[in-house]
Every structure is written in C-alpha cells, then in structure tokens.
C-alpha cells in the first residue's frame, strides 16, 4: 500500500505538472510570436509526452506485478483509420461506466450540472468528478481498478478532471451554422477529443479526435493536443497545412512512440456565412454529409494518423454545405460499438440512423438518442463515443434570423457595461427566458466589461471592448475582447485558493472576476490577433435539470 | 443608460434608514460621501444603519465592495448595518463576496426594524 500511495502522490505530480504546464503554453501560446508559439506548444507536447510514458510504463508495470488478465489498452489500441473495420476487437468484457459528457454539450454539462441545486461550480465538478470512479469501482470488471484500490480510482478521478477541465462544451451558433456536440466515455478516461473555435467571426474550426491510449495517459495527451491545435489553428492556413504542422510537432518531439497507432484527426473549417467547408482528416474515420430525405454520403479522406511519417501530406476537401445539410463527424468507438454478442454496431447502422434523421430534429437530440440507443444494447463497451455536428441554415433554409448572435462595441468609459448590460438582459429575457440564468450572464458581462474598460483599455475612451455573444439551445457563449495584455488567471486561482485577504486596502480588489469565477459554468482567458479575450460559457438550467 | 445614484436617508430611533434608487456601482461612493460621511460614524449615537436597496436594480463588484467596507466601518465605528429589499440574485452574490459575514439581510424595513427592536430590548 505504501508503494501504491507513493506511486499515487507521484502521479497527483506528475498531473499537476502537466496540468500547469500546459496552461502556460495555452496562455503563452497566444502571447508569443507564432515561432514561439509552436515552440511553446510542442515544450507542452513534449512534457505531456513524456509524462504519458511515464503513466504508461508505471501502469504497464502494476498491470505485470498483479498479473492481471486482459491488457491495459495502450499506445497500440486499434482505429477505425478511415476504412471500415472488419471485425470486433473489444468484446472481451471490459468494464463499461458512463461519463463523462454524458447529457448535454460536452463534459462540461455533466460536469456543471450541480449547479442546478445551488450548489457552486467547484463543489459540482468534484461530485461529478467523483461520480465514475465509483461506478466503476462497483462494477470491478476493469481491470486497473479492480486491483487498484482507492489510490487507482483517485488516478482516475483526476484524469478525469483535468479532462474536463480542457474540453469546454460545444454548443455554439454563428451565422448560419450551428456547432454541437456530445461525448460519452468508456470505463476508463478515454482518448476522444473534440472542439470547435471561432476564427475572425465567421470561420468554426471543429476537430474531432482520438488519442491513443486511456487513463492516465489520455488524461496527459487529449489537453496537450488541444492546446496544439488551438494555439495552431490560430497561425491560419487550411486544414491540411494545420494537419501537417501538427504532425511535425508531433513526429519532431520524438512522440512516435508514445503515439503508437497514431493520433487521429478530423479538422474542418467551416465558413459559416456561406456553409463552404474545407476538410482534412489524419487517419480517423472519413466524415459524412448528412440531409433530410437523401442518404448520407461518406467523404473520401484517407491518410496516416498524426505522429507517424514526418513527411505526410494531408490532402483537404471543398465542399460546401446546402441549406438543411448536416456535417457528421465521429469516433471509430461509435460505429465499432460492440453488442452483448460482439457484434459491432457498424456503419450499415449508423448511415440508416442519418438516413432516418428528418428535418427539424436537433443535433444534439439525433446524438443523444443513437447514443442512448447503443447502450439500450446492455454491452459492455471499452471505447469513447463522439459525435460533432455542424448544421447549416439549421431547422428551416434560409431562416437565418433565428439564429441568435449579438455584437457590441462600447467606448471604454466608466460605466460603459450598463449599455450592454441592459440590452442584453432585454434580449435574454425575451430569447432565453427559460434558462433561469439571464441575471448570472448579465452579472458576468457587465464585470467582464468593466474589466476591459478599466484594466485592458484604461478607460482610454479612443479604444472599444467588444462583446460577443451566441445562443445555443443549452449553451451560451460570451466574448468579450479589450486591447490591454490580459491577465494571469492561474494567479487569480491561486489567490482565490489562498484566500480571502483581510487588508482594508484589498477588499473588493478582483471581485469581478471573483464572481465570474463563481457564476460561469466554465471560462477561460485567452490572447489572439485581435487582443485579450474573456470567454465565458452558460448553460441554461432548463437543460441542466 | 447609467442611472445615476439618489438617496434618502430617514432618522429613527437609534439610528438611519437610508434607502437608495438606481445604480450601485464605481460612481456610488461619492454619492453617498456626500450625504453620509459614515467613516465618523451615524452621529449622535445611532448604532444601526438600515440600508435598502429595494429600488437598486444595478450593483456591480464595485458596489458591493462600497457596501462591505461601510459595514467593516461600522464594526469600528460601532454601528450595525442591515441591508434590505436585495434580490434573490444580489443576495446570492452578497454571499459569495462574503459580505453577509458583515451585514444582515432583511427582506425589508420592516423586517430589519423588527430585528433592531428585538436587539435593543435585549433578545
């Protein structure tokens, strides 16, 4: 036992480490010159790697001590690559828990949904956090856990938290496209990765993917590729230039190894004014176009997963999407789901369920139901399920009205929040009244606004802070950008953990922020071309409960 | 848009009720300064202060940092503060930033002066 809380300290630091590094990187990913960038972005690349070995050895090791039967998936885990798999590799009785991700967009609704009960955000996502590791320690049939004990399920618990903490949920509206997604785990910390990022207001890069490996080592890789891909998507180039770039950090970093089969990846970026869309994939499962009344079609992508040859080329396809049309993308553990017989699920079934996919059903309502029904099957199943859909002109051609965006630009002025702030709680009171959160949000932006105004734009009335906010049906997004260098958020975290100062002088200092903290469901500070950016997301309280 | 800060401050026995309308937010504290310079005190031996945000429907962090330091005042200055006609949301915040460790919150006057003459007969 001493040697396992030991080895579970070890690994508590080993998360930490990378959890902070790779926040760094974020955050200087965006500060730097586009050299230092990628610089910074591989150093985390290169000690997430690092440390996934590290996890990966230690884990392969315990697996020998205890002998345990059945491999623990690793680097060599097998994917769908783009062809269709012929046969079932996972029915052999792996543990099978939900997680994360499981209701609503994202891990982020799950993870959030305590605060339906007035609960705060911190003390949710520990109850959710927690909330698999039991499971699966009742279920006993994984084999890590199994033998484990309370310091494995801790392991998990934190790969699973700072999971959650790198994979904000997707549910955003621009233009005339909409963004969701929904992902469900396997019993252990899985390697899915998905996210969508808006581009100069009018292009959505959406990715989907997965990392090779679970636990530990997915907990380390799925962050480090999603600051890669943020902090690269932003240096602009197509999708297959973005690609290939990933795959020279990737390859350079000597991270072949680790990645054993590769890091597959679906990258789009969608023009959401037009609904034109180029596309690349590396390795992973070819995306389909999907609309009401006509069978889906399945898109020719086919190259190596990332992290296998230095001088892949990706190649990128142009289409664009017609009014209606939805854009599928997938993990191979959707159409590789196994039933209690072993049989797969298989893409014969998951085109029906797009043939089947009428005009006027939500995204993220089509997902929720394919899902629920995989499980209605009782497997056991071993593999993240991850679906992104992009739909153009959704619900009715044309009726781009409905789709709700709203902008501001405001001098920085003492008091300029209270123009935003009264606008945008008319417009949420009229457009999202159900949500039970029209006051938190205008709370929110108001202190995000005057941050800007005062401490990014100094109140020089010359200089705008600009708000930005979209409506999903469950999620709304808010923006808000000033020209000031920004601030250091792990500071303000670790100030908040520290405590609240009894100096007179201090009192009220950062409570602006404070309350952000308190009242988002998820935000996140990041710097680009076009200055400092608060993005804060909400998720409405009628989709919570 | 900004709806600048009005109050009206009511004497009563052992102390003042001051109710405010419209926004409490950075520019609120020269305001109030200037019709109640609480950092002497309430004068006169008054020792509560009733504040009543019925007809404040704006408070920022600002504000709410005005209305913690007049209650850390007037811990010093031996007065208590109470503070009604919050909303639900307002009061939800007031915990968060911890100023309910400073003030009492009442749903009304009413309700506060109750809790003063409770206090001043000894209960």
Redesign the interface.
Known sequence: MGRLRRRSRLAGVALVLVLAGAAAGWIAADLLPRDAMTATAAAVLAVAAGAAGWAARAAFRRGKRRGAAGPDPGPGSEKAGGTRPGSAEDADGAGQVETAGEDGAGSAEAADAGVADGSGPAESADADVAGPAETANAGGADNRLSGGGESLAAELRLALEVQRKWQPPVDLRLGACRVTARSRQAAEVGGDLFDAVVLDDAIVAVLVGDAPGKGLQAAFMVPALLMLFRSEVKRGGGPAELLGRMNRALVGLGAEGLAGSGVTLGVGLVDVNNGEVRYAGAGHPAPYLAKPGAAPRQLDSSSLPLGMNPDEAYGETVFRLAPGERFVLYTDGVVEDAGPDGEMYGFDRFEAEMAGWTAGVPAADWMDRLLDSQESRGASRRDDRTLLVVEYNAGKAGRRAELRERNWRVASSPGCERAVAAELAAMLREEWADSGRTEDIVTCVAEAVMNAAEHGNGFDERKEVSVQVHFGHAIMVCRVRDGGPGFDAEAFRSKKAAGRTEDDDEYGRGWGLRLIDELTDYWIATRDQNGFCMEMYFLSQHRKS | ???ALELNIVPFDGGLSVTLKG?L???AEQKIRSVLDWEKGLGEGRRYLILNLHEVN?I???G???L??IA?TGRKQNFHTFICGA?A?YQK?FR???LTEYVMLYPDNYAAMQRIEALESGV
């Open positions: 848009m900004d709806s926004d937010d950075q520019q704006f920022n962090s600002s709410m940092a005005l913690i330091r850390r909303s949301h915040l968060m930033v911890g």
